[in-house]
């Protein structure tokens, strides 16, 4: 099992700058993709970015590319999400994920954090 645990939400206005952090523990072994998907009022749960653990590529959904920047720290085994140039649309609860396939849909997602509220106001 793998736990994952975000923090780092909050309210904040259009321009402004938030980072998301989610730090995993248990078998991280199974956790080799690390993505954040994010879920808006009345919407789906859509994908915003993901990292594969070993080597760092990342992957960026097209409306947050050149915004957002997910970035990790092996000896903190931690994810971030960097959000910078907020807008009111990215208004979400967002979410870290962890399974071993990298995808943009949540199935091969096994693990998930509880979610983080991210409001942007104009």
């Known amino acids: 099992q793998v736990q994952l645990v975000e923090s780092g939400g909050g309210s904040v206005q259009a321009g402004d700058s938030l980072r998301l952090a989610c730090a995993a523990s248990g078998r991280t072994s199974v956790a080799s993709v690390r993505a954040w998907f994010r879920r808006a009022p009345g919407k789906e749960r859509e994908f915003v970015a993901a990292i594969i653990w070993s080597g760092g590529t990342t992957y960026y959904a097209d409306s947050v590319k050149g915004r957002f920047t997910i970035s990790r720290d092996n000896a903190k085994n931690t994810v971030y999400l960097q959000m910078n140039s907020l807008k009111s649309e990215d208004t979400a609860v967002y979410y870290c994920?962890?399974?071993?396939?990298?995808?943009?849909?949540?199935?091969?997602?096994?693990?998930w954090g509880q979610g983080t509220q991210v409001t942007v106001s104009s």
């Open positions: 994920a962890a399974g071993l396939i990298l995808s943009h849909s949540e199935s091969p997602y096994n693990y």
